[in-house]
């Protein structure tokens, strides 16, 4: 059944990362304006939270997995620009050997077989990577790192944080983070200014982003189950 749910998380992640190429291309001006809406959809999942169990320390380290998850996309969105959907995704499979090795100090270890399954996805991304040094910047080098990186650490906090609750209690302080996380860029007037400005020429296509959003959370679900 795990197996099942893995099938379907990578299908939805896969429509999920294909529209925001498109988006990125086509509808937004700034790969801020990707956190801003995603920030504003991820209000939704307030409504279904379950905030009878939560307390500070839940509070504070989902907020924390929020945060870095909205880093971690923030990168990716730069990096989108420059980058194929497909290679980009290929790069972001690299996160299991990051959390792999952040969870040593934890006293949690893995198979040798699945370490062998995560040494042959790092040498897979080593030679994308290799292939494709010579076209792109070394400002999306760092964008493309920064997306795993974050990536790899809102995993681990999630998982650490899905220990000890349930996936309902988390899910209310997870999406506060990501709200949090999502709006900071309207901190800035720039960015204010730019996304209200194309915010007039998006407005009618909202729902595709409704859409989107619902496809992330669907997405996270199979994933933890």
């Not at 007037?189 to 209200?196: K, L």
Request: aromatic share 16%.
């Amino acid at each position: 059944m795990w197996f099942l749910f893995a099938f379907i998380a990578a299908v939805l992640w896969s429509v999920v990362s294909t529209f925001d190429k498109f988006s990125i291309h086509s509808l937004l001006t700034r790969a801020s304006q990707g956190l801003i809406i995603s920030g504003m959809f991820s209000g939704i999942g307030l409504c279904f939270a379950d905030w009878g169990n939560v307390d500070s320390n839940l509070v504070l380290w989902s907020i924390v997995a929020g945060l870095l998850l909205q880093f971690s996309q923030f990168c990716y969105f730069k990096a989108l620009k420059d980058e194929e959907v497909g290679d980009l995704t290929a790069f972001g499979s690299a996160y299991p050997l990051l959390v792999a090795l952040l969870t040593i100090p934890l006293g949690k270890y893995l198979t040798l077989y699945q370490w062998l399954g995560i040494l042959l996805v790092a040498i897979g991304v080593i030679v994308l990577r290799w292939k494709r040094a010579q076209s792109n910047s070394n400002n999306t080098f760092f964008h493309i790192l920064g997306y795993v990186v974050g990536l790899a650490l809102s995993s681990l906090v999630v998982s650490e944080v899905l220990d000890a609750y349930d996936f309902f209690s988390a899910l209310g302080p997870y999406c506060l983070g990501l709200i949090v996380g999502g709006l900071l860029p309207l901190m800035f007037t720039s960015e204010r200014r730019e996304f209200f400005r194309v915010f007039n020429t998006i407005k009618p296509k909202l729902w595709l982003f409704g859409w989107i959003e619902l496809l992330n959370v669907l997405a996270v679900a199979c994933e933890v189950y």
